[in-house]
């Protein structure tokens, strides 16, 4: 057998294997499952953001064709136990219990109430609408800020407060910085400002969807989720279900954004009627659904003071933060506020530090992570703070920046708030922008455009961003009082073949992880990009992982697949030894060869691999199998950064924007594949710009979702956005074998900013000094107009 | 209620309940899951397929409304184990992710090149305005769809045009379709 000749893969723009079922047609979403005797379930859901249900009658429904089963809060509310918190972010975090059917009270417009099991959707529907319920209306809480005040009507009576926990960093306390307090008294420019996060929907594009079959000795879950290692974990620890009799498989998944990284109340209501009728069970939401019950992310209040000297060099920083948990805590809510604590600072050096966030309950639907998660919103609270720095100086934000960020020979460089990054070079990639933007003639029209008084002006917006990526060190998350590790788990095993398979614990929905993964092993073990196979997302045959993530599957998951692929290579070193009659120290392995150093004498990995099959003649005490494990927990966080640069034509009539052009330059370290990571950085991209222009999850007085379809929500489409430049520095991490980064939601995390700060760049001289996102027409127009904002 | 239709070039006599949407027919009477479900309000384009040759969010057509026609899904484009070009480019220009709108939006793009075989960026984003994508930001698409214009131009070659007549023959037979909430 020959091994393959050797063009590196790494590196290449590798046309997707995954694509090849994607493009046909021949996927396997979820909801495309049917077995033997499934049924399908419909779940009623409160119509009203608070009350107390008084009474619920199913019998009418009970008696309707096909239907097999009325489940209610009361019946099941021993077995369903509290869906999981993972992230008790303080010893005294209140939390109340978060029932999958609302047993006495509901919290939120959309939790469900019931749910009915039948024969046919359309039964299940049907009979739906014959369930009666009486609910006595509360008053709704809706305002954060209203919410944490005195005398606040209260989400949940008898925690009586809203504020679920307040978390606290203090560079003073913490002995990494200065006093702010200090800092802000002493500071000769002092700038405050407070930013909305709107509330976001992550509205992936395929609904969550989750079959049940009971029928084996294993209970078989298919959902539509990012995590199906931890929903096993949290399905056998909520419901009292040994681990081992669970069996949890992600299939094809039709994108997640953070929206998928749960355990949701219908997985659960699934699990427990289909294993109490012995039959699969079907759910799917509506899109209707999904926008109301699935949850949202962002909404936040951010209150920043920043103390900086007439030079432009930042003295102090201080961000005190309200987050929206909506109605109760799902799987790592209380967490994503804090994940932004180290990220206010982002690349600067900020020698006083003071971050304070309180998380409110109120009578919406429950938040938790949306792409980039806490990060976002620090980026864009502090790179809007940097723009307006500038301007209260005088001074030029691009200088203002560098003035502050940490110089690329300063690396590795620990943060006021406790980070170290390991590497960086903002000035290579701020440079490499600046030139695709052409921002100095961007520039020069943008005061023509202002002189001659234009009616439509030029805005330039900036964002250098850092994020952290890979989650997570498990002893930071420990110490985060996170509550699990951030390892990734991997096999790679040669089969008699020579063929590969590779089990990864991260779980793609979307990422490319076959294609890259598949580069980095043929990489490795000097075989065919072909003859490799990467297995994912059934607890059956990848049996451990902590799944996608938080920028996380290259960083963590792929370097498991690295560890184990050594492991593999060592193994098969002392088999081709001993096949060569040398010892282990003498053979070298080199593009799936072993050599005996300094001869000619060579033989093949895939060669070995069948010797080891046949076992005729391995050396005392080798196993036949060229199989190996491995768990990599990674040391650090990687710091992927960038400059982004965006022009916006601000048209001051009628307060439409339209971006011009946007240019972006990430360093996300080493690429494996730069179609994927052009792929990645475009959505990104578009779901940032979509914060600042387009989506705003927005409830009536009554707590009603009134954006509750797609009609009402504006996720972009191909017409509402431009073409991006895109371009690359590399600075490899240097905490990670690969020198990766991870770039998932890097688009994401630097493009609010950029836009915003374009808009207002536009409208700046006609007196604005924010616009509250989305920057919608309307909204623009009354910042320049003095409307009633 | 008794319709006939071809799907995919098989034909079917089957009974349909009145309310049955197009998609649900496709997907659950026939098991033809390549075409998936986005929405309940017409907004996202994922169930797009041919209809007589002319595109349709096949969730705002009632299944007896295909009575007497010819339906064609993403997994009726591939010929002899050869991809259609539009799928091709979609692969060549990594044009999807996660892929769930990707059946909608070949379906919309064969559309578009239908009724202007060779758009420019602008005229291709309006053209695919009513199918959305979350992964992409829609560059890939964009450049996918220009791709396949050029491949399916006069002189691209045998097969492509082979392809190409085929689509255009469809649309050129083109009677207008009811869509429904759009
Ligand atoms: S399913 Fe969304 S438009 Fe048809
Ligand atoms: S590729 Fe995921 S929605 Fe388009």
Same mark, same amino acid.
């Given at each position: 057998?020959?091994?393959?000749?050797?063009?590196?893969?790494?590196?290449?723009? /590798?046309?997707?294997?995954?694509?090849?079922?994607?493009?046909?047609?021949?996927?396997?979403?979820?909801?495309?499952?049917?077995?033997?005797?499934?049924?399908?379930?419909?779940?009623?859901?409160?119509?009203?953001?608070?009350?107390?249900?008084?009474?619920?009658?199913?019998?009418?429904?009970?008696?309707?064709?096909?239907?097999?089963?009325?489940?209610?809060?009361?019946?099941?509310?021993?077995?369903?136990?509290?869906?999981?918190?993972?992230?008790?972010?303080?010893?005294?975090?209140?939390?109340?219990?978060?029932?999958?059917?609302?047993?006495?009270?509901?919290?939120?417009?959309?939790?469900?109430?019931?749910?009915?099991?039948?024969?046919?959707?359309?039964?299940?529907?049907?009979?739906?609408?014959?369930?009666?319920?009486?609910?006595?209306?509360?008053?709704?809480?809706?305002?954060?800020?209203?919410?944490?005040?005195?005398?606040?009507?209260?989400?949940?009576?008898?925690?009586?407060?809203?504020?679920?926990?307040?978390?606290?960093?203090?560079?003073?306390?913490?002995?990494?910085?200065?006093?702010?307090?200090?800092?802000?008294?002493?500071?000769?420019?002092?700038?405050?400002?407070?930013? /909305?996060?709107?509330?976001?929907?992550?509205?992936?594009?395929?609904? /969550? $969807?989750?079959?049940?079959?009971?029928?084996?000795?294993?209970?078989?879950?298919?959902?539509?989720?990012?995590?199906?290692?931890?929903?096993?974990?949290?399905?056998?620890?909520?419901?009292?279900?040994?681990?081992?009799?669970?069996?949890?498989?992600?299939?094809?998944?039709?994108?997640?954004?953070?929206?998928?990284?749960?355990?949701?109340?219908?997985?659960?209501?699934?699990?427990?009627?289909?294993?109490?009728?012995?039959?699969?069970?079907?759910?799917?939401?509506?899109? $209707?659904?999904?926008?109301?019950?699935?949850?949202?992310?962002?909404?936040?209040?951010?209150?920043?003071?920043?103390?900086?000297?007439?030079?432009?060099?930042?003295?102090?920083?201080?961000?005190?933060?309200?987050?929206?948990?909506?109605?109760?805590?799902?799987?790592?809510?209380?967490?994503? =506020?804090?994940?932004?604590?180290?990220?206010?600072?982002?690349?600067?050096?900020?020698?006083?530090?003071?971050?304070?966030?309180?998380?409110?309950?109120?009578?919406?639907?429950?938040?938790?992570?949306?792409?980039?998660?806490?990060?976002?919103?620090?980026?864009?609270?502090?790179?809007?703070?940097?723009?307006?720095?500038?301007?209260?100086?005088?001074?030029?934000?691009?200088?203002?920046?560098?003035?502050?960020?940490?110089?690329?020979?300063?690396?590795?460089?620990?943060?006021?708030?406790?980070?170290?990054?390991?590497?960086?070079?903002?000035?290579?990639?701020?440079?490499?922008?600046?030139?695709?933007?052409?921002?100095?003639?961007?520039?020069?029209?943008?005061?023509?455009?202002?002189?001659?008084?234009?009616?439509?002006?030029?805005?330039?917006?900036?964002?250098?961003?850092?994020?952290?990526?890979?989650?997570?060190?498990?002893?930071?998350?420990?110490?985060? $009082?996170?509550?699990?590790?951030?390892?990734?788990?991997?096999?790679?095993?040669?089969?008699?073949?020579?063929?590969?398979?590779?089990?990864?614990?991260?779980?793609?929905?979307?990422?490319?992880?076959?294609?890259?993964?598949?580069?980095?092993?043929?990489?490795?073990?000097?075989? =065919?990009?072909?003859?490799?196979?990467?297995?994912?997302?059934?607890?059956?045959?990848?049996?451990?992982?902590?799944?996608?993530?938080?920028?996380?599957?290259?960083?963590?998951?792929?370097?498991?697949?690295?560890?184990?692929?050594?492991?593999?290579?060592?193994?098969?070193?002392?088999?081709?030894?001993?096949?060569?009659?040398?010892?282990?120290?003498?053979?070298?392995?080199?593009?799936?060869?072993?050599?005996?150093?300094?001869?000619?004498?060579?033989?093949?990995?895939?060669?070995?691999?069948?010797?080891?099959?046949?076992?005729?003649?391995?050396?005392?005490?080798?196993?036949?199998?060229?199989? $190996?494990?491995?768990?990599?927990?990674?040391?650090?966080?990687?710091?992927?950064?960038?400059?982004?640069?965006?022009?916006?034509?601000?048209?001051?009539?009628?307060?439409?924007?339209?971006?011009?052009?946007?240019?972006?330059?990430?360093?996300?370290?080493?690429?494996?594949? =730069?179609?994927?990571?052009?792929?990645?950085?475009?959505?990104?991209?578009?779901?940032?710009?979509?914060?600042?222009?387009?989506?705003?999850?927005?409830?009536?007085?009554?707590?009603?979702?009134?954006?509750?379809?797609?009609?009402?929500?504006?996720?972009?489409?191909?017409?509402?956005?431009?073409?991006?430049?895109?371009?690359?520095?590399?600075?490899?991490?240097?905490?990670?074998?690969?020198?990766?980064?991870?770039?998932?939601?890097?688009?994401?995390?630097?493009?609010?900013?950029?836009?915003?700060?374009?808009?207002?760049?536009?409208? /700046?001289?006609?007196?604005?000094?924010?616009?509250?996102?989305?920057?919608?027409?309307?909204?623009?127009?009354?910042?320049?107009?003095?409307?009633?904002? | 209620?008794?319709?006939?239709?071809?799907?995919?070039?098989?034909?079917?006599?089957?009974?349909?309940?009145?309310?049955?949407?197009?998609?649900?027919?496709?997907?659950?009477?026939?098991?033809?899951?390549?075409?998936?479900?986005?929405?309940?309000?017409?907004?996202?384009?994922?169930?797009?397929?041919?209809?007589?040759?002319?595109?349709?969010?096949?969730?705002?057509?009632?299944?007896?409304?295909?009575?007497?026609?010819?339906?064609?899904?993403?997994?009726?484009?591939?010929?002899?184990?050869?991809?259609?070009?539009?799928?091709?480019?979609?692969?060549?220009?990594?044009?999807?992710?996660?892929?769930?709108?990707?059946?909608?939006?070949?379906?919309?793009?064969?559309?578009?090149?239908?009724?202007?075989?060779?758009?420019?960026?602008?005229?291709?984003?309006?053209?695919?305005?009513?199918?959305?994508?979350?992964?992409?930001?829609?560059?890939?698409?964009?450049?996918?769809?220009?791709?396949?214009?050029?491949?399916?131009?006069?002189?691209?070659?045998?097969?492509?045009?082979?392809?190409?007549?085929?689509?255009?023959?469809?649309?050129?037979?083109?009677?207008?379709?009811?869509?429904?909430?759009?």
């Amino acid at each position: 057998m020959m091994t393959a000749t050797i063009e590196p893969e790494v590196g290449k723009a /590798r046309r997707r294997k995954e694509d090849a079922r994607l493009i046909t047609g021949r996927t396997r979403w979820t909801d495309n499952i049917v077995l033997p005797g499934m049924l399908h379930m419909a779940i009623l859901r409160s119509p009203v953001a608070h009350a107390r249900i008084t009474s619920i009658d199913t019998s009418q429904a009970r008696g309707m064709s096909g239907v097999e089963a009325v489940v209610t809060g009361a019946d099941i509310a021993e077995a369903q136990g509290s869906l999981p918190c993972a992230w008790p972010i303080t010893d005294d975090m209140k939390s109340p219990p978060a029932p999958s059917l609302a047993v006495h009270t509901v919290k939120f417009a959309g939790e469900a109430v019931a749910a009915v099991v039948a024969r046919s959707k359309a039964e299940a529907q049907d009979a739906l609408e014959a369930i009666e319920v009486d609910y006595a209306e509360l008053p709704v809480v809706l305002d954060m800020a209203e919410a944490v005040a005195d005398g606040a009507r209260l989400t949940h009576e008898d925690l009586g407060t809203n504020a679920s926990a307040t978390w606290k960093f203090d560079s003073a306390e913490a002995g990494t910085g200065g006093d702010v307090e200090q800092a802000i008294a002493d500071g000769e420019v002092v700038v405050h400002r407070t930013f /909305r996060q709107q509330r976001l929907i992550p509205a992936f594009m395929e609904p /969550r $969807s989750v079959v049940v079959d009971p029928t084996g000795e294993q209970l078989t879950m298919w959902s539509a989720t990012q995590i199906p290692h931890i929903l096993r974990l949290m399905l056998a620890m909520t419901l009292g279900v040994a681990e081992h009799k669970i069996r949890v498989i992600a299939p094809d998944v039709g994108g997640g954004f953070g929206g998928k990284l749960q355990v949701t109340p219908e997985e659960v209501i699934a699990f427990l009627v289909a294993r109490k009728l012995g039959k699969p069970v079907k759910y799917t939401e509506t899109r $209707s659904e999904s926008l109301q019950a699935a949850h949202h992310g962002r909404d936040q209040i951010q209150k920043l003071t920043m103390a900086a000297r007439r030079d432009g060099t930042i003295t102090g920083l201080k961000v005190e933060l309200l987050a929206d948990m909506g109605a109760y805590l799902r799987l790592v809510t209380p967490g994503v =506020p804090i994940l932004g604590a180290f990220m206010f600072n982002a690349i600067y050096k900020i020698p006083a530090y003071h971050f304070a966030c309180t998380n409110v309950f109120t009578n919406k639907t429950p938040t938790d992570a949306y792409r980039g998660a806490g990060r976002p919103e620090a980026t864009f609270a502090i790179e809007r703070m940097m723009d307006e720095l500038a301007v209260e100086l005088g001074m030029e934000p691009l200088e203002v920046r560098e003035k502050n960020w940490i110089k690329h020979e300063e690396f590795p460089y620990t943060t006021v708030s406790t980070l170290t990054y390991d590497s960086g070079n903002y000035e290579a990639a701020t440079a490499k922008a600046k030139d695709l933007f052409g921002y100095d003639a961007l520039r020069a029209e943008q005061a023509e455009r202002r002189a001659k008084n234009d009616p439509v002006q030029l805005g330039i917006g900036i964002s250098t961003f850092t994020e952290m990526c890979g989650l997570a060190p498990s002893r930071v998350l420990g110490s985060l $009082s996170y509550g699990a590790g951030g390892w990734e788990h991997a096999a790679v095993r040669m089969l008699p073949t020579g063929k590969v398979e590779v089990v990864t614990g991260s779980s793609p929905h979307g990422q490319g992880h076959e294609t890259a993964w598949s580069q980095i092993v043929a990489d490795q073990l000097g075989v =065919p990009f072909e003859d490799v196979e990467i297995l994912h997302g059934d607890t059956q045959s990848s049996h451990k992982g902590m799944d996608t993530y938080g920028s996380r599957s290259l960083t963590v998951g792929a370097m498991a697949v690295l560890k184990a692929g050594h492991k593999v290579i060592d193994k098969a070193r002392t088999i081709a030894a001993h096949m060569m009659e040398c010892a282990p120290d003498d053979v070298e392995f080199e593009a799936g060869k072993f050599t005996v150093r300094g001869t000619d004498s060579s033989v093949g990995i895939q060669d070995v691999a069948l010797a080891v099959f046949a076992a005729h003649d391995l050396p005392d005490g080798v196993e036949p199998s060229l199989d $190996s494990e491995a768990t990599f927990d990674p040391e650090n966080f990687s710091f992927p950064h960038g400059t982004h640069l965006c022009a916006t034509e601000v048209d001051t009539e009628t307060g439409q924007v339209r971006i011009r052009s946007y240019v972006c330059v990430d360093d996300i370290g080493a690429v494996i594949n =730069p179609l994927i990571v052009e792929g990645q950085v475009h959505g990104g991209l578009a779901q940032g710009i979509a914060q600042a222009l387009f989506e705003e999850a927005v409830h009536d007085e009554s707590g009603t979702l009134t954006t509750g379809t797609l009609v009402d929500y504006l996720v972009p489409s191909a017409a509402d956005l431009p073409s991006f430049t895109t371009g690359l520095t590399e600075t490899r991490a240097t905490s990670n074998e690969l020198g990766v980064k991870g770039v998932g939601e890097a688009g994401t995390i630097a493009s609010t900013p950029a836009v915003v700060n374009a808009v207002v760049d536009a409208v /700046r001289h006609l007196g604005v000094a924010d616009i509250e996102m989305p920057c919608t027409p309307m909204r623009v127009w009354q910042a320049i107009h003095g409307g009633a904002r | 209620m008794r319709i006939s239709v071809t799907v995919d070039g098989t034909k079917y006599d089957d009974d349909v309940e009145p309310r049955t949407l197009l998609v649900h027919y496709l997907r659950e009477q026939l098991g033809k899951t390549g075409t998936v479900v986005g929405c309940d309000t017409s907004n996202c384009g994922a169930c797009t397929v041919h209809l007589d040759g002319h595109s349709v969010k096949s969730c705002s057509v009632l299944a007896v409304q295909a009575d007497g026609c010819e339906v064609n899904t993403i997994e009726g484009l591939e010929r002899d184990g050869q991809l259609h070009p539009m799928q091709q480019a979609f692969h060549d220009n990594h044009a999807l992710q996660c892929g769930f709108c990707t059946p909608g939006m070949i379906m919309q793009s064969l559309d578009l090149l239908a009724d202007n075989p060779n758009p420019n960026e602008h005229e291709v984003r309006e053209g695919l305005e009513g199918n959305l994508c979350r992964c992409t930001g829609y560059q890939n698409i964009v450049r996918a769809v220009q791709d396949a214009a050029g491949k399916m131009s006069p002189g691209a070659g045998p097969e492509v045009e082979r392809v190409a007549n085929e689509v255009a023959g469809r649309h050129s037979a083109r009677t207008p379709v009811s869509s429904g909430g759009e």
